[in-house]
């Protein structure tokens, strides 16, 4: 169930989805949410698994491209709801955070703008202890340690 229902939000996400198939990932929640946490779409390929920031405009404001919108309070709030998703699926995959920007002619409806940040950003690593780090993703959330094993 999509919870957008602005017109240039819905566009914006199906362009989205459209761009993650194309390069081989299977979209499996939109707009998946955890308490005030919200993702706007979660996809998989074999090896990863991504969290994607949907943002969509019909102009750009200033002359900010539409995924200059991202902050650093919708980043950590992006992290906190991938931690959660994590925990709660007991997923395994190597995570990634992208920001896809669309704009959208308010007119037409046509896109007339699309662009996949990819990996646009990493959580800032924590670990338990000084050199306990090996190389694999580990984050603190809650004060818990959510990562992967080898």
Not at 21 to 41: A, I, P, Q, S, Y
Not at 67 to 76: L, W
């Amino acid at each position: 169930m999509s919870f957008v229902t602005d017109p240039i939000g819905i566009l914006g996400e199906e362009e989205a989805t459209k761009m993650l198939k194309k390069k081989g990932f299977r979209v499996t929640e939109h707009n998946w949410r955890m308490g005030h946490l919200e993702v706007d779409l979660i996809a998989e390929s074999r090896k990863e698994i991504v969290f994607a920031e949907v943002k969509a405009r019909t102009t750009t404001f200033g002359n900010m491209l539409p995924e200059e919108y991202v902050d650093e309070n919708k980043k950590r709030r992006m992290i906190a709801a991938a931690n959660a998703y994590i925990k709660h699926k007991q997923i395994t995959k190597t995570p990634r955070f992208d920001i896809i920007g669309i704009l959208v002619d308010a007119k037409t409806n046509e896109i007339t703008y699309r662009n996949h940040l990819e990996n646009a950003f990493q959580p800032q690593v924590r670990t338990v202890s000084s050199g306990s780090y090996n190389g694999q993703w580990k984050w603190s959330h809650r004060n818990k340690t959510i990562g992967r094993k080898r």
